[in-house]
């Protein structure tokens, strides 16, 4: 037993070493804005799968190199048609907050996986409902330069027994 204690020390010390051996940098968190167009698709039980046309724009930080937060602002401008009774539906707008874990290289990518919460406002016929939930996703970011970025993205926005809701998302994003 006071083998194994002494073994563990011995590594502990080790690894304490190699870890205070590193370079440590001190990121200084980096704002960013930025813009998406969604295209969203309604998997609804009983009923056409209506797709709907979103503009939506971003507030975020990044805290590190790794991890970043982030909240958006999205509005409907077209909407479509779902049977029975061929009914008028719209996504009015939506607003979520969410946390993206990326994984920066040496490349112009960086691939990222995404989650959080959202809560969208759905009219049909002119009737209004509010439905919140979970969301997560995964994108990519192409980087044209140190403060400007395309990205691409998949997000689960809604994930309820009853209906889903799917976006895919191109947009930008300025860092400052």
């Given amino acids: 037993m006071k083998m194994w204690i002494a073994g563990t020390g011995v590594a502990a010390l080790f690894a304490a070493g190699a870890v205070q051996a590193q370079p440590m940098t001190q990121m200084q968190p980096e704002f960013y804005v930025g813009g998406q167009y969604n295209y969203l698709e309604q998997r609804v039980s009983g009923q056409?799968?209506?797709?709907?046309?979103?503009?939506?724009?971003?507030?975020?930080?990044?805290?590190?190199?790794?991890?970043?937060?982030e909240t958006r602002l999205g509005f409907g401008v077209s909407g479509d048609r779902v049977d029975p009774g061929n009914l008028k539906t719209e996504v009015h707008n939506y607003y979520g907050f969410y946390a993206r874990a990326g994984l920066p290289n040496e490349t112009a990518f960086t691939p990222y996986v995404i989650g959080g919460w959202t809560d969208v406002r759905f009219e049909l016929e002119g009737n209004g409902q509010s439905r919140d939930g979970g969301s997560y996703g995964a994108g990519v970011d192409f980087n044209l330069d140190p403060f400007l970025a395309l990205n691409l993205e998949y997000m689960r926005m809604q994930d309820k027994s009853d209906y889903d809701l799917d976006g895919i998302s191109l947009g930008f994003t300025f860092k400052f």
């Fill in 48 to 69: 056409s799968n209506p797709n709907y046309d979103v503009f939506s724009g971003r507030l975020g930080v990044q805290v590190n190199p790794f991890i970043s937060g």
